[in-house]
């Protein structure tokens, strides 16, 4: 049987909602990558007794228990002191530790601050982990055959903490199978849709199967211990389903649309209306998107549609600015005044306001337009103005992605 592993995040911008708990996430990926998945998470403020209470449970039930937040120099970073009382342990001054954190502050010119000091605190009998990305250290702390860790919350630390020292001791300590995932990523389909496709399908015991919903589009996620089994079924179902399968695992929509389009040796441009660059944003979030996206026009006001993307002023004032009509020409225009082999668009009304009886928010039509042929479309999403504007860009992507594989 694996280790059993709890998690703790500390501090109160984690249940006040200001925070999103990444790096309980995060750690749940990477635990389970090596074969040690999170047993339990518990999320507490920053206070001292309910600190020792998810310690007390977390101690007695799990061989490791891994703490996030608190660690810093201020007074409410409470972490360390308060797993120094739980554990009886007299906290030490480690010169090495203020050494380091000096040298931190010398680095960015810094004076530095004396409540500073309190960083190179540590408890008796526990080992620190050199943190060079931050000033706090990471703490262990180990006793018969349970461990602890504590470790920063700031995400970028607390990874580097984890990945240079925790891992390996992990790894060496608690050698097990990891975890296989293989994520099958759909679009245009369902969750229901798709579960009734795949209705007849016999799983395997060993193979588990998630539904993950997303913005727009679902994901499947098949994970357990044997990998052969995961990615068997994986390609069963993707075969299946292969109409709606656009990438896997840690692709996106634009880095599978990026691998497209270099390896066709096509070029595309972008006429964004109601996303306002949004899309313009995913397609040069990946590396290298100048290969073969020349560039787009945000087009918001309807003069900019027809001075730069030379849509009919007639075209507009019989369809609409959020019509496929308009789409076509917006797409048309911005492909030949950027030169590329595809122009795509989207206009759309995102809400909150704007919606009529036949064009109600979430309307938003889009269009692909090429040498050979313009195409367009309409959808209408559900959600508010921020989801209904993502999901407008993803699906142009996929669009894409879907018209430029169905010509291959
Ligand atoms: P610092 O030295 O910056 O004070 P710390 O160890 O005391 O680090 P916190 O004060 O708890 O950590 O949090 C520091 C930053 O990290 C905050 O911006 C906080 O929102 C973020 N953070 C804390 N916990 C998490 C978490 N579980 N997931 C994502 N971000 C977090
Ligand atoms: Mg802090």
Partial sequence: MAAKVCIINIGNELLLGQTVNTNLNWLGMELASIGLPVNKAIIVKDESEEIKQALQEAWQDNEIVIVSGGLGPTDDDITKKTIAEFFGKDPEFRPEIWENVQQIFKRRNLETPEINKSQAIVPKDFTAFENKVG??????????????????????????????HIKEI?????????????????????????????????????????????????????????????????????????????????????????????????????????????????????????????????????AMKEDILSVDSSVLSNFGAVSEETAREMAL??????????????????GPEGGSPDKPVGTVCFSISSEKETISKRVVFNGDRSSIRFKAAEYIILLLIEYVGREA
């Fill in 333 to 350: 225009g911005v492909r030949k005044l950027t030169k590329s082999d595809f122009g795509l668009s989207i206009t759309g009304i995102a």
């Fill in 170 to 302: 992990l790894k060496k300590d608690y050698p097990s199978d990891a975890i296989s995932i293989r994520t099958i990523h759909t679009w245009g389909i369902s969750e229901s849709a798709l579960a009734e496709k795949l209705a007849g399908l016999k799983i395997q015991q060993d193979v588990n199967l998630a539904w993950l919903p997303q913005t727009g589009r679902v994901d499947l996620r098949l994970y357990g211990a044997d990998k052969t089994a995961i990615l068997s079924t994986a390609e069963i179902i993707s075969d299946k389903i292969h109409k709606y399968v656009w990438g896997y695992d840690g692709d996106s929509p634009a880095k599978v649309l990026q691998e497209f389009c270099l390896r066709k040796n096509v070029t595309i441009s972008l006429a964004e209306s109601c996303t306002g660059g949004l899309a313009g944003k995913m397609i040069t979030d990946v590396p290298g998107a100048s290969g073969y996206f020349n560039g787009g026009v945000i087009s918001y006001h309807n």
């Fill in 135 to 164: 000033t706090a250290p990471g703490l262990y702390f180990q006793s018969r055959d349970k461990k602890l860790f504590a470790l920063p919350g700031v995400p970028s630390e607390l990874q580097y903490l984890f990945t240079g």
